[in-house]
């Protein structure tokens, strides 16, 4: 297995024959493993806060709905 080293990435590898990328370093692993969660992470809540904006203006838009119903059932008594 020959390994050459990527550059500008100090601690990872690539495998000359199989092409993967390995870590010769634990610590570095995981510091990468954490970052890699924590992006996740954001954009699931990303995710989560636009769902939650689409939600509220649906609301919205049914609330004004209503209001509008009443203000023309109130006009027409």
Request: net charge negative.
């Amino acid at each position: 297995m020959t390994r050459l080293p990527i550059k500008g990435h100090d601690g990872w590898f690539k495998d000359k024959s199989s092409g993967s990328i390995d870590c010769g370093n634990r610590s570095t692993y995981d510091q990468y493993m954490l970052s890699v969660k924590s992006e996740k992470e954001k954009e699931e809540e990303m995710r989560t806060l636009q769902k939650d904006v689409s939600d509220l203006k649906s609301d919205m838009g049914d609330i004004k709905s209503l209001l509008l119903t009443l203000v023309q059932k109130n006009h027409d008594n």
